[in-house]
């Protein structure tokens, strides 16, 4: 049974930092492509950043590039999320997710979600 398991959300004022993660298990995280996605209230779920092994394939949405880092730690089959210069726009719930390697990660290509930790951005 395939289990993602986010954390490492809260709520930070604006400029900040947070380093979300993604503990795997009954699913190797090396040998697929995963990814961030997050939904803010009222709005569409959007794939934030998705990689293969953060060399040959890597995507991050235009709103979080040069702000935002995933990585992974293959021995710990966790994937992460680093946010830095947080803004009040990135406040959403945010999803890790194991999808197909695309070059647009959409909610249609992920075959397995997390359940979600909550990032909150105050100004």
């Known amino acids: 049974q395939v289990q993602l398991v986010e954390s490492g959300g809260g709520s930070v004022q604006a400029g900040g930092s947070l380093r979300l993660s993604c503990a795997a298990s009954?699913?190797?995280?090396?040998?697929?492509?995963m990814g961030w996605f997050r939904q803010a209230p009222g709005k569409e779920r959007e794939g934030v950043a998705s990689?293969?092994?953060?060399?040959?394939?890597?995507y991050y949405a235009d709103s979080v590039k040069g702000r935002f880092t995933i990585s992974r730690d293959d021995a710990k089959n966790t994937l992460y999320l680093q946010m830095n210069s947080l803004k009040p726009e990135d406040t959403a719930m945010y999803y890790c997710?194991?999808?197909?390697?695309?070059?647009?990660?959409?909610?249609?290509?992920?075959?397995?979600w997390g359940q979600g930790t909550q990032v909150t951005v105050s100004s």
């Open positions: 997710a194991a999808l197909a390697c695309v070059s647009i990660p959409t909610s249609g290509t992920v075959a397995w």
């Open positions: 990689t293969y092994n953060g060399i040959t394939y890597t």
């Open positions: 009954g699913y190797t995280v090396s040998n697929y492509c």
